[in-house]
């Protein structure tokens, strides 16, 4: 089938700003929400014409989606184009029964709610609104409206962390269940106030990294997760609970980004719209599309890429889509050191287990 089958939109709005963030986001502007979800959906229609017939996902990424005006948020999930997987991030403090149950009446299959932290001096830090209460009330009442494909968000290397409570977090969050979970380092970007108000502590903080993931990893795969992607993880049974809309990206995918400041890749070229919130609304009053600023990805980027993001995940990559991107010789010290292997007739290569643990640092020494 032709055509893009992996759609993103981004809803920007928050109530506040978290002191790590450096997603796009626009702070309360009550406001703009109903004129914002009307741009959307005008550069939906400009962009018509590049999607397949029927899609396979769909993302509302943030911000935080759920923040929305109710009304507005309904509107958009109506007009989205249909697929097998539709997924919405929501922040903890946001869901309600009414939310929940409009969220799955509208078509949505899986949420992906923002815990980060089980500890509330962590979610102080982190500067989260929700407390480890309110997590566990929004996933009960996702739960009682009827969603069976719940993931969690955990963040680890923040300021203040050790061991036991990366420990305390991850045994919380088994305790609820969840279907998925992704669990992400600490990423803070230089020059921000949270690395002004956080730096020596995120120094000591980088050099835990290593065991805090060898710890994310024994803990949930000795529970029985599947270990999929390097930070993500799926309960394993009958259905396929990874993440599609993500694995679309990680597998080289084309995909469309509607809204402020999201990303495509179609058809080799890769676009990012304006982060500016007047510029973006301005331009689809008009329905002209808004300020992007375009990245023809040779085919030398997109096999670099692909090797890149194909030995995140934990099934082997297809060589020859790799082909060029590899250095031979370096690919063959790593085997020998036994963190990468190719199959029999080396049509296919993939990381090993102690491989997946180095991650970056192996793909960097196989990149040619």
């Known amino acids: 089938m032709s055509g893009v089958r992996h759609l993103y939109v981004h809803l920007p709005f928050c109530a506040s700003r978290c002191g790590y963030c450096d997603f796009v986001t626009v702070l309360g502007r009550e406001d703009e929400h109903v004129p914002y979800v009307s741009a959307l959906l005008a550069e939906l229609e400009l962009h018509r014409v590049l999607l397949a017939p029927e899609l396979e996902t769909v993302f509302l990424g943030g911000g935080t989606p759920t923040l929305t005006e109710p009304a507005a948020l309904a509107r958009l999930l109506a007009s989205l184009p249909p697929a097998a ?3 919405v991030e929501a922040n903890p403090e946001t869901v309600t029964p009414r939310l929940a149950e ?9 949420v992906s709610l923002g815990a980060q932290s089980f500890q509330p001096r962590l979610l102080e830090v982190l500067e989260r609104r929700a407390g480890p209460d309110d997590v566990r009330r929004a996933f009960g009442t996702l739960r009682a409206a009827g969603f069976d494909n719940l993931s969690l968000d955990l963040i680890y290397g923040i300021p203040g962390q050790g061991p036991a409570d990366l420990e305390a977090d991850l045994a919380a969050a088994l305790e609820l269940g969840p279907e998925h979970l992704s669990c992400y380092e600490l990423e803070a970007k230089p020059g921000t106030r949270f690395t002004h108000a956080h730096g020596p502590e995120l120094e000591r903080q980088a050099e835990a990294m290593e065991d805090y993931f060898e710890r994310v990893v024994e803990r949930l795969t000795g529970r029985g997760y599947r270990w999929y992607e390097t930070a993500n993880f799926c309960r394993v049974g009958e259905r396929d609970l990874r ?24 058809g080799g070229t ?6 500016r919130l007047a510029a973006y609304l301005e331009a689809l009053t008009r329905a002209a599309l808004p300020p992007r600023e375009l990245e023809p990805l040779d085919d030398e980027v997109q096999r670099r890429e692909l090797l890149m993001l194909g030995l995140r995940l934990d099934e082997p990559l297809a060589l020859p889509g790799v082909a060029g991107a590899i250095d031979s010789d370096a690919l063959e010290r790593l085997e020998q050191l036994g963190l990468a292997r190719r199959d029999g007739n080396g049509a296919t290569l993939a990381l090993t287990r102690r491989g997946r643990f180095l991650g970056g640092a192996v793909t960097a020494e196989l990149l040619a």
């Open 270 to 275: 890769r676009w990012r719209t304006t982060p």
């Open 85 to 87: 997987e539709v997924t």
């Open 102 to 110: 409009a969220l799955l009446g509208a078509g949505v299959t899986r």
């Open 243 to 266: 993440s599609r809309h993500n694995l679309g990206y990680w597998l080289g995918h084309d995909y469309l980004g509607l809204g402020l400041g999201a990303v495509s890749t179609v």
